[in-house]
């Protein structure tokens, strides 16, 4: 669950796991609009999507954008305040943003009746801290321009992980995040072309503690004893887009198309309870394709776009020792025990409208996201294979209304997710929730069929914009 962009970054999910708005870490224009990024502008979240938009920052900014979700059925909650400066010195610009950020863990009954962790009074976890710097140059040609990023956080709690675990009495959360980007950027009258590359790497630990009750006979009553399972989730995303958009005459809209590629390796892969094999390492390769109209002008925004995602990821377990068969043969310490296939066919449709008016506009917007998967687990040690085929749709409505005064601008943002929720898996249930969407990869093969009690994301994000001069 890595801190993220979502234009270049294709999350990954093979469950239907509610999610919190917890990476909301920079000012977006069309975040109320559905997040319509292919053939419209955002002029506040360009630059960190490529540096090298940055090019088109125009003056001294300051940004202050505390931001709140929470998550219906006392799933959990979260505040984060982020500040981010824009500067602009001749033909370098640069941006700088840092937050702070406290989550809360889900108040609920523990399904196993023996713990009693997730009752009582919300959980605060210790402080999470983010900071990004991005820098780029004009080139001396015309058009052309460059830029690099940094991204950077300090995890000591992603959103849900308590929940992950099925069970467990106590889960200690600590990692780290980081993100390299460069960027190209070309524009002209009636078209633009970027290229963006990436990489980034993610490394969680979660010491998850248990309680093993068991009966006495010496005392005739129940006893409990604590264990301390260890769990690493690591992941290396290596990703590269391209993007071009064109007016095919002055006053007519942008059409716009895209290409992303991401190969991500996963070393570590925590076992979590949903799971039928444990600690398994695997590799993924993910695509998307998509195409966008916008409109720009003084008084409308428009934008539409539709992505589809055609990923593939592969996951397996292997032997700690030898393992003999009765029959003869067996399999040989280090090689795989148990392989999954993924094949994911996922689709993105995004549209939003902002009306603007002298001291006020106002938006709308939707995306929608389908996400479908079928998996092959083939089981070498029972010399078994099985298939499955899952698929969910998830909705985010948003809307947003922006206050225009002489010495800044204030904008509210309100989101709604709904179509995912807590998956249950064969009449037992696994009390589960995700992080921010977009940076959520759950690649668990889950061990049978799963259903989905719904539940809803409530977030509500303000921004204040102030000028603060020229260069």
Do not use: C
Not at 42 to 60: C, E, H, Q, V, Y
Not at 93 to 105: C, K, P
Not at 136 to 146: E, M, N
């Amino acid at each position: 669950m890595p801190l993220i962009l979502s234009a270049q970054f294709i999350s990954i999910k093979s469950l239907p796991v509610v999610t919190g708005d917890q990476f909301l870490l920079y000012p977006s224009q069309n975040i109320s609009m559905g997040n319509v990024n292919i053939a419209l502008d955002d002029a506040w979240l360009d630059p960190f999507l490529n540096p090298a938009k940055g090019s088109r920052i125009s003056a001294t900014n300051l940004f202050v954008q505390p931001t709140f979700y929470v998550i219906s059925g006392n799933l959990g909650s979260g505040r984060t305040f982020p500040v981010t400066l824009f500067l602009k010195k001749g033909e370098w610009f640069s941006t700088l943003s840092a937050s702070f950020q406290q989550l809360e863990a889900a108040n609920l009954s523990n399904p196993n009746w023996f713990t009693s962790q997730l009752d009582g009074p919300l959980k605060s976890y210790d402080p999470n801290r983010f900071a990004s710097l991005t820098l780029g140059r004009k080139l001396p040609f015309d058009g052309f321009s460059v830029g690099g990023s940094f991204s950077w956080a300090d995890l000591n709690a992603v959103g849900g992980v308590d929940l992950l675990y099925n069970g467990s009495n106590k889960i200690d959360q600590n990692g780290k995040s980081y993100e390299l980007r460069g960027g190209l950027f070309y524009e002209d009258a009636l078209s633009t072309m970027e290229l963006v590359g990436l990489y980034n790497n993610y490394e969680m630990t979660h010491k998850v503690e248990y309680i093993d009750m068991f009966w006495n006979s010496t005392t005739n009553h129940w006893d409990e004893n604590k264990r301390i399972e260890k769990n690493l989730d690591y992941t290396d995303t290596y990703g590269a887009q391209i993007k071009y958009k064109e007016k095919l005459a002055e006053d007519a809209p942008y059409i716009g198309i895209l290409a992303t590629y991401n190969w991500k390796t996963h070393p570590k892969i925590p076992n979590y309870e949903i799971m039928n094999i444990p600690r398994d390492p695997g590799n993924t390769w993910a695509y998307n394709f998509g195409i966008g109209i916008g409109l720009d002008n003084e008084k409308t925004r428009f934008g539409l776009d539709f992505i589809f995602e055609p990923i593939w990821s592969n996951t397996w377990a292997t032997a700690e020792e030898d393992i003999i068969f009765r029959e003869g043969g067996g399999i040989l310490a280090g090689h795989k025990t148990i392989e999954n296939n993924f094949v994911f066919n996922n689709w993105i449709a995004r549209i939003g409208l902002n009306k603007i008016y002298k001291s006020y506009d106002y938006s709308i917007g939707l995306e929608i996201n389908s996400r479908r998967y079928s998996l092959d687990q083939y089981d070498y040690v029972q010399q078994s294979n099985r298939s499955q085929d899952e698929n969910w749709t998830e909705y985010i409505w948003s809307w947003g209304v922006g206050l225009h005064f002489s010495r800044f601008n204030l904008k509210y943002t309100g989101r709604v997710l709904t179509g995912a929720g807590i998956p249950s898996l064969s009449q037992q249930r696994f009390w589960l929730e995700g992080a921010f969407r977009v940076s959520a990869d759950i690649i668990a093969a889950p061990a049978g069929s799963l259903t989905t009690d719904y539940q809803t994301v409530f977030t509500h994000q303000f921004i204040i914009q102030v000028p603060l001069g020229g260069e």
